[in-house]
């Protein structure tokens, strides 16, 4: 499964993420479907040097002409003057291999749920947190996941 495939290329590299987007929403217990693969990085450029090599390692390829270093020097500017929220990587062999590293987000300011998934444990942004981070965004698919999350909650 490719989840799997990307947590144990990120954690054979050391790299602190934490699982969100869709992925984090199904794995808290809410029914969604989805193709990418959303993680939130520790705002270091050990951690987005060692991402983006890790994912390399698997195929893929960032979809914007950047490298690591650059997405992490110019986070800001990409953030404010290019509308960029996630920094996206895909496999040219297999398009439904996506991972979407969220750049707006530091995985220092946010909790992680550790959440059994088959023989795996991963680490999964907090339901708070990842309330926060889709209240934020406020695509429609976002208010669908609160709203999701919050009758989980319940």
Not at 7 to 20: K, P, T
Request: glycine fraction near 6%; charged fraction near 25%.
């Amino acid at each position: 499964m490719f989840l799997y495939d990307v947590v144990s290329a990120l954690e054979g590299s050391g790299v602190r993420f934490a699982i969100a987007g869709g992925y984090a929403v199904a794995l808290h217990g809410a029914v969604r479907g989805t193709v990418d693969v959303d993680i939130v990085l520790r705002r270091s450029r050990t951690d987005y040097l060692a991402a983006e090599s890790a994912l390399k390692a698997l195929g893929l390829e960032s979809r914007f002409p950047v490298s690591a270093g650059e997405v992490f020097d110019f986070r800001e500017e990409y953030i404010n003057n290019r509308n960029l929220i996630a920094w996206s990587f895909s496999n040219p062999c297999d398009p439904t291999q996506i991972v979407d590293i969220i750049i707006t987000h530091d995985l220092n300011n946010l909790r992680i749920d550790k959440i059994r998934a088959g023989e795996k444990t991963l680490p999964v942004l907090a339901v708070a947190d990842l309330i926060t981070m889709k209240r934020a965004i406020g695509r429609p698919q976002d208010l669908e996941d609160i709203r999701a999350l919050e009758e989980l909650r319940r």
